[in-house]
């Protein structure tokens, strides 16, 4: 069983920075990739960042150049840091690990997620 939990969400100034944490139960290696999603109140679930097995990162052209998408392997931890926040980055932001697995029938996906941690950017 895949657990996933995440931690840092909470309330920031705009301008300010949060750190959030996704902790695995077994090894970042053993996921193609993982990423950060957020679902903000009437909105639909969106991808925030990924990162892939081999360290390739993407992101949502809405955080560019303010989140940044790291991870420890010793600890199989992802963070997201988050800089230069914005009102619009308010969201129950989701850990998502991803793994694909060759059976003979084809290609299964699998995708794992966390509890929510919620974070709201307010004066």
């Known amino acids: 069983q895949v657990q996933l939990v995440e931690s840092g969400g909470g309330l920031a100034q705009p301008g300010g920075s949060l750190r959030l944490s996704c902790a695995t139960s077994?090894?970042?290696?053993?996921?193609?990739?993982m990423g950060w999603y957020r679902q903000a109140p009437g909105k639909e679930r969106e991808l925030v960042a990924v990162i892939t097995r081999d360290g390739r990162t993407n992101y949502a052209d809405s955080v560019k150049g303010r989140l940044t998408i790291s991870r420890d392997n010793a600890k199989n931890t992802v963070y997201l840091q988050m800089n230069s926040l914005k009102p619009e980055d308010t969201a129950v932001y989701y850990c998502?690990?991803?793994?694909?697995?060759?059976?003979?029938?084809?290609?299964?996906?699998?995708?794992?997620w966390g509890q929510g941690t919620q974070v709201t950017v307010s004066s």
């Open positions: 077994g090894s970042i290696f053993s996921f193609n990739a």
């Open positions: 998502n690990a991803h793994r694909s697995v060759t059976l003979e029938m084809g290609i299964k996906e699998y995708d794992y």
